[in-house]
């Protein structure tokens, strides 16, 4: 039988990275459970426990069957002895006190209502619930509350984020990306690489052939994009990875890239071209038009979408093409799987990882796309 395969098979690896993780899993009802516990002790600053509910619920993602008896995960890692007391009060009872417990904490509920503003994370989150602070529009009307440009464009364009983006809407705005830089590669990266549905943003890189020929392609991009009117916020930063501090940024314990990039909120529908620059082949339309430049210069004025249009979350970021398999290896998630793969590069490999390169620490070098491919 089914049961009998599974509790006698699984030789699961210990890494999410060794495992599969399919988007439409069968453990939906013991997964949300884990993460809601993983969440409320991310909140109370238990990062330790947070992360042993994360790594349950990721094996429990690449089970292909149904956990429908605690006996089928005999033998089954990264379960600890509080995950799998969850796990067996769904299987008797259908629900978890300690998981409802948490999912109508006061706290809990005020802190996931904070970062679902964009630019807010747990750090402001917590000291605004330790301020007394209890809805967004207390937070608004608070005198002593200074908020970042981000969070500013977060409270401003709060409807539109949290609407989910559509795979068709990242689809969407990745070709016209595409049609504004017809010579460079574009990549959409993060969950929709994944094959989600839907994200909270849509996540691009952006490379090009010739090595040295990805510098000054964002700010060509973000030229464009402003003289459509589509950019409704954008926050630039420059590239601060040199290959020759590799050794310094390998010591870090930040997992951050230094990549050139900007986080952005965007409009759609992109709009086609306004104006043409002589010296780039576009494949996308490139009428001049007078009604579409006016109707757009006004509404950047006014910042607010008209109806039917929406602000979406658009980040690029860009790597030289040696870097490339790297980033987009980096970049595509999920976190858990970013995260174990750096972890087994450490712990079986003796190799660092990072969206830059892997750093051979035996050999005691970088070791780029040249080096591996040829
Ligand atoms: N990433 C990372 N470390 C960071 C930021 C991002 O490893 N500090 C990687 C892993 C993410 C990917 O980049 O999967 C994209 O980040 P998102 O926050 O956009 O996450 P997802 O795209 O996976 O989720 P969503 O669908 O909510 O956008
Ligand atoms: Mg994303």
Sequence with gaps: SEEEVCTKSPSIPIYACQRKTPVNHLNHHFTCALEALAEGAEFSESD??????????????????????IEQLRGVPCLGKHSIRIIQELLDLGACKEVEQIRSNEMNKVMKVFMSVWGV????????????????SEVRASPSVKLTRMQQAGFEYYRDLARPVSHVEADTITAAIRALLPNSFITITGGFRRGKDAGHDVDLL???????????????????????????FQDYRDNTYKETNAAGFNESKSTMDRFERCFTILRLPLSPRVTSHKDDKVTGRQEVNEAVTSHYTTNLRKKIPEP?????????????????????????????????????????????????HLFDKQQVRVLTISHTLH
């Design 206 to 232: 952006l490379t090009h052939p010739d090595e040295g020929g990805e510098v000054g392609l964002l700010s060509k991009l973000l030229e464009h994009l402003n003289e459509q009117g589509s950019v409704m």
């Design 308 to 356: 039917g249009e929406r602000a979406v979350r658009v980040d690029f970021v860009v790597c030289p093409y040696s870097q490339y398999a790297f980033a987009l290896l980096g970049w595509t998630g999920s976190q858990q799987f970013e995260r174990d793969l750096r972890r087994y590069a450490s712990h079986e490999k003796a190799m660092i990882l990072s969206s830059h």
């Design 48 to 69: 330790g426990r947070a992360l042993a509910f994360r790594r349950a619920a990721s094996v429990l993602k690449s089970l292909p069957f149904r956990v429908a008896k």
């Design 121 to 136: 994370g747990l750090k402001t989150a917590t000291r605004w619930y330790r301020d007394g602070l209890r809805s967004l």
